[in-house]
């Protein structure tokens, strides 16, 4: 059976098959959207039907900046969705639940870091006088090819989970 994307557009607007009304975009859909995507999170379906409902209008209407604008949002609550359920995957599988990052532009390719914390401290410097220094923390992600230090076997666990689950990663 051929499975397609339903999509309930609002305004109370009749609900439209996004693959006979759209066969222009389709093929700017991400892979798993043509494959019948299992949605994960019900929130993020909804905020996909209504950013999806923009593309095809702004396409109809050739708002060539727009369509960029829509087709970059219908990337990133895709990528959202995905890495909520990978989240979801781990934490059950193996207790490990922290802080969710994702990009929509793909697997990072060389290192970057996300800020976490910010403070002030005071130090002494030449034993006589203190000076205020701001502190930024972050987390600081690389390529797991790239990474220099052991990987902590939990991390290896996860990545098996995924793969028993299909999930295989863009990059490592």
Same mark, same amino acid.
Do not use: C
């Given at each position: 059976?051929d499975?397609?994307?339903l999509?309930?557009?609002?305004s109370?607007?009749?609900?439209m *098959?996004?693959?006979?009304?759209?066969p222009m975009?389709? *093929?700017?859909l991400?892979?798993?959207?043509?494959?019948g #995507?299992?949605? $994960?999170n019900?929130?993020?379906?909804?905020d996909?039907a209504e950013y999806l409902?923009g593309?095809?209008? @702004? $396409?109809?209407?050739?708002? *060539?900046?727009?369509?960029v604008?829509y087709?970059?949002?219908? !990337? *990133?609550?895709?990528?959202?969705d995905?890495a909520?359920r990978?989240?979801? !995957?781990?934490?059950k599988?193996?207790?490990y639940?922290?802080d969710? #990052?994702y990009?929509? @532009?793909g697997?990072?390719?060389s290192?970057? @870091?996300v800020?976490?914390?910010? #403070?002030?401290?005071?130090?002494?410097?030449?034993n $006589?006088h203190?000076?205020? !220094?701001?502190?930024k923390? @972050? !987390?600081?992600y690389?390529?797991i090819l790239?990474?220099?230090?052991?990987?902590p076997p939990?991390a290896?666990?996860?990545?098996?989970?995924?793969?028993?689950?299909?999930i295989?990663p863009?990059a490592?």
């Amino acid at each position: 059976m051929d499975e397609k994307i339903l999509i309930q557009v609002g305004s109370g607007l009749p609900a439209m *098959d996004a693959q006979s009304a759209l066969p222009m975009i389709s *093929d700017q859909l991400p892979e798993p959207l043509r494959q019948g #995507y299992q949605w $994960h999170n019900p929130e993020n379906e909804r905020d996909f039907a209504e950013y999806l409902e923009g593309l095809i209008f @702004s $396409h109809r209407h050739g708002l *060539d900046k727009q369509v960029v604008l829509y087709k970059e949002r219908v !990337l *990133d609550i895709l990528t959202k969705d995905m890495a909520q359920r990978t989240q979801g !995957l781990v934490a059950k599988g193996l207790g490990y639940n922290r802080d969710l #990052y994702y990009s929509a @532009s793909g697997p990072a390719q060389s290192m970057f @870091s996300v800020p976490i914390r910010r #403070y002030q401290q005071t130090v002494i410097v030449n034993n $006589h006088h203190t000076q205020q !220094l701001d502190v930024k923390e @972050s !987390l600081v992600y690389k390529p797991i090819l790239q990474f220099d230090r052991m990987i902590p076997p939990q991390a290896l666990r996860a990545l098996t989970l995924l793969e028993g689950q299909g999930i295989t990663p863009e990059a490592f």
